[in-house]
């Protein structure tokens, strides 16, 4: 049986969870309507991204997120960068040593994943 891009992927539960968290840190209850709105647009994609950025970190396993991001032609870091710490909460990815990135020339952690 072949492996497929979501295998040891975060659980539903666990996916879930963090998407609560997500939707709690992204909007104030004082925002108004339509931010609310995004903030459940955005969350209800996170579990996709998540294992994806998973997935970019056991290619790649000692990258920084800059090396990652250029590893799959990712335009805005951001989409990798604020996926890493998620992932290391969850017990997924683990942060490495710090490194001169091959990208930024700055000191940088470096990602593993936990399994």
Known sequence: ???????D??????IRASI????KRLRR??????????ARHI??????????????????PGCTASELADAKGV???RQINRRLPELEALGRVRRGEARDCQITGRKA?????TS
Do not use: C, H, Y
């Not at 209850?29 to 995004?38: C, N, R, Y």
């Open 1 to 7: 049986m072949s492996r497929t891009l979501f295998d």
């Open 9 to 14: 992927a975060p659980s539903d539960e666990a």
């Open 20 to 23: 609560d968290a997500d939707f």
């Open 29 to 38: 209850t004082t925002d108004p309507d339509t931010s609310a709105d995004a």
């Open 43 to 60: 969350t209800g994609r996170l579990g996709d991204i998540q294992r994806w950025v998973l997935n970019i970190v056991k290619e790649w």
């Open 75 to 77: 335009g805005d870091i």
């Open 109 to 113: 952690a470096t990602w593993f994943p």
